[in-house]
């Protein structure tokens, strides 16, 4: 297995150096995305053990997650480093949990997360209780996303700061929850760090046995720690071990969870100064070709917060295209869809190996949308398919409770009811709700019976606006059904932009969250429900049960699903092609700024602050174009359409808005694929052909402006010399184009699917 893996995996001169990094320094190894880092690592073990008799109690590897860490054991195992004298690889979690010695707590984490969940949520209750404040006002995912970063960040309920709305609110849930918890002796997920923390540091002994044998830590992915895992770190290395972290400040994207790029680019010098340090630089791709690797090296830099670094492909002439869709029309999902069904069907390529990403799951929508309509299987990944979104089905189940209002309340009704009484914010609340369902359900009384007669009896409001906001919700009902009564196939478009507008949902949305992601992808999902049913053209009774019933996987096998998800869960991995649909402002850059609203209340400095808003969404671009091996493809509007006519409605307006994203720009493409253009050429001919190629591309080169001229610079001097010297390729030449498919020259390739033709995928979009 080793004499395999070693023929195959050769060390470049840039992973050699960090293989045998010397003792007695602390090491930075900032490494692009698919340079092998994890073989690096695995090299650098083997060193270790092999060549300085290193034992395996004296190295610690640090990871992120339990994937990366199989994966990189596995690595080891092949390098003839068997699983019994491996050295300790953990995740930060699981070493921290050992540590601290938290098995005898009662666990709230993994499947007992919804124990958490539960104390969280009579937490939220008890305050808004002691407050006098409607449940509606605070959000669980936010109190819940709040915890998390003061504990990520080491502070305690008596120092936590917040710095959004109904602050003493948050602050007091997490006083609170803590409280809870600590009389349950449990413990969550995010308390392993902190606990593992305040045992070394509080616990001489537990310290030195801990750190006392390490001689070597090596941390993976370290631009994506937080102050509790840098804290744990330093405490590892109290006792003189060699410290070495390896990542990429460019993929820096969970700073939303209190990651900070700060670690990785100052803070590792300034924190571990007790030994000389050195930085190495893994800059050669082996996922990708020239063209992926160039444009999204031209991406980054524009970053101003980073460590300069080139991205460059190891072997320039593997063939990664780059197709930019975008057109007046605004169906750029459509030739997208044209696009994975052509490369399925014609071209053999597996459904597995194909993924749709997105900043948001939100612009997945006008894909989602086209697979729909086009029968593609597909699967949202980690979120909710739109239609599947709360804020969907609060729009249809105000349909769905108007048609109901003559039934006696059952469980449905009840859910659907309760789902939409607050939604705009009314402040009705929930136990009284329940109260009026249940004693309805027990006189046998409709749902408009029942209305009508707790209206009709002030006794029933805690608060004298209330009377008026159940109104208001029995007004809405009330019309929505004289509309269906009046109009029985009235089509669910017309129903729905009514409602819309009539409740000021998508408003709602923006004054509970703000400006923000949250409203943001909750008002593009509401838009995606109504041009949907616009697309459907159903009246609103065959649009719901279509709804209803809608299967996103066709019923077909997982194999033959085209997986959607978002760029965040993809950190880390690679696929053959990748599709970015509606790559515009508002979508990719996300068009405002979700700050941390936590901090420290007395060590306000302790923690980086997070970088700039567009740096972050531009890192986050990077991560997405470079998880592609061999194809990339981008839809985008192609132009901005400014004059609309006043009466258009408010979709079109939404569309004529769009702007292509500023990173389409960013990535230089028409300079980056002219040169890829003569590089291959000069790869693929023969003497004289191949000198005339690159010196008409040089030609060509020289033409370019200077910010321009300078990133391609490395890549002539290191690269076209070994091209003109040594490359010989017997392969039948492969056009290299921007912007063209050649289905009837490439030949089909034997599938890694049972059922590969998708043949109950619809043709007429060829």
């Known amino acids: 297995m080793k004499e395999e893996l070693a023929k195959s995996v050769v060390p470049t001169d840039e992973q050699r150096q960090v293989i045998q990094h010397p003792d007695g320094h602390h090491g930075r190894v900032l490494s692009v995305a698919g340079s092998g880092k994890t073989m690096t690592m695995a090299f650098r073990i083997e060193h270790l053990m092999k060549e300085r008799r290193v034992t395996k109690r004296q190295i610690q590897v640090l990871m992120f997650n339990h994937l990366a860490r199989n ?232 970053n101003t917060n980073r460590n300069e670094k080139i991205l460059l492909a190891h072997d320039p002439a593997l063939d990664s295209r780059i197709t930019v869709v975008g057109n007046r029309s605004g169906d750029a999902s459509r030739h997208l869809t044209t696009e994975i069904v052509s490369l399925v069907k014609r071209e053999g390529v597996s459904p597995t190996d194909i993924r749709v990403l997105g900043r948001t799951f939100s612009q997945l929508n006008s894909l989602s949308t086209e697979f729909l309509v086009h029968r593609v299987p597909f699967k949202v990944v980690g979120g909710s398919f739109f239609l599947e979104a709360n804020e969907c089905q609060v729009l249809l189940d105000y349909i769905r409770v108007a048609v109901s209002l003559n039934q006696i309340p059952d469980e449905t009704i009840d859910r659907r009811f309760l789902n939409i009484a607050n939604k705009p914010g009314r402040f009705l609340a929930r136990r009284d709700l329940l109260r009026m369902l249940q004693v309805g359900r027990h006189n046998r009384q409709s749902l408009r019976d029942l209305l009508d007669a707790v209206l009709r009896d002030p006794t029933k409001f805690a608060r004298g606006d209330q009377k008026q906001k159940l109104e208001d919700l029995t007004s809405v009902l009330e019309e929505i059904d004289q509309k269906i009564r009046t109009a029985p196939q009235i089509r669910a478009e017309t129903l729905l932009e009514w409602i819309d507008k009539e409740i000021k949902l998508q408003q709602h949305y923006e004054n509970y969250y703000g400006q923000g992601e949250p409203s943001l992808v909750r008002t593009q999902n509401i838009a995606a429900l109504k041009g949907y049913a616009r697309h459907t053209a159903l009246n609103w009774k065959a649009f719901i049960a279509h709804v209803d019933n809608v299967d996103t996987t066709q019923g077909r096998p997982e194999t033959s699903w085209i997986k959607m998800t978002t760029i965040h869960r993809t950190k880390g991995l690679e696929f053959d092609y990748v599709f970015i649909p509606d790559c515009q402002e508002g979508f990719l850059p996300v068009l405002s700024d979700s700050d941390d609203p936590t901090y420290d ?45 006043p009466e258009k409605n408010a979709e079109s307006r939404r569309k004529a808005r769009a702007i292509a994203s500023r990173f389409l720009e960013e990535m230089e493409l028409h300079q980056t694929q002219q040169i890829a253009n003569e590089l291959q050429m000069a790869a693929r001919h023969e003497e004289g052909h191949r000198l005339a190629g690159v010196c008409r591309h040089l030609a060509a080169y020289h033409q370019l402006v200077g910010t321009v001229k300078e990133k391609y610079a490395e890549f002539f001097t290191d690269r076209v010399r070994s091209e003109l010297a040594a490359v010989k390729l017997s392969a039948a030449e492969r056009p290299f184009t921007y912007k063209q498919r050649y289905i009837g020259r490439i030949p089909k390739k034997e599938s890694h699917q049972k059922d590969p033709d998708w043949s109950w995928v619809r043709d007429d979009i060829l």
Do not use: C
């Open 601 to 645: 209340k007395e060590q306000p400095k302790r923690e980086p602050k997070a970088a700039e808003w567009i740096e972050n969404e531009r890192r986050l671009f990077y991560v997405g174009i470079t998880r592609a091996r061999k194809g990339l493809y981008i839809g985008a509007p192609e132009v901005e359409l400014t004059e609309q006519p």
């Open 71 to 302: 994966q990189f054991m596995e690595k080891l195992a092949q390098l003839g480093i068997s699983r019994n004298r491996q050295p300790q690889v953990n995740t930060f979690h699981s070493y921290a949990y050992r540590v601290a010695n938290l098995q005898p707590h009662k666990q709230w984490f993994g499947e007992y997360k919804e124990l958490a969940d539960l104390e969280l949520k009579r937490s939220i209750s008890s305050v808004l209780k002691q407050h006098e404040m409607s449940e509606e006002e605070i959000d669980f995912e936010d109190a819940a996303r709040a915890i998390d970063l003061w504990k990520g960040a080491l502070i305690p309920p008596d120092r936590a700061g917040y710095s959004g709305p109904n602050a003493n609110i948050y602050v007091a849930i997490y006083q609170e929850f803590e409280e809870r918890r600590t009389e349950e002796n449990a413990i969550t997920f995010d308390d392993f760090v902190p606990l593992a923390v305040n045992l070394l540091t509080s616990n001489e002994n537990a310290l030195s046995e801990h750190a006392e044998p390490l001689r070597y830590i090596i941390v993976d992915e370290y631009q994506d720690i937080n102050l509790g895992q840098q804290r744990l770190i330093e405490l590892l290395a109290s006792r003189g071990a060699d410290v070495m972290v390896v990542g990429d400040d460019d993929q820096t994207i969970y700073e939303w969870r209190g990651a900070r790029s700060e670690y990785i680019l100052r803070e590792f010098m300034e924190t571990f100064n007790n030994k000389p340090h050195v930085t190495y630089r893994l800059s050669r791709s082996f996922r990708f070709g020239y063209s992926i690797a160039q444009t999204s090296y031209n991406v980054v830099t524009h």
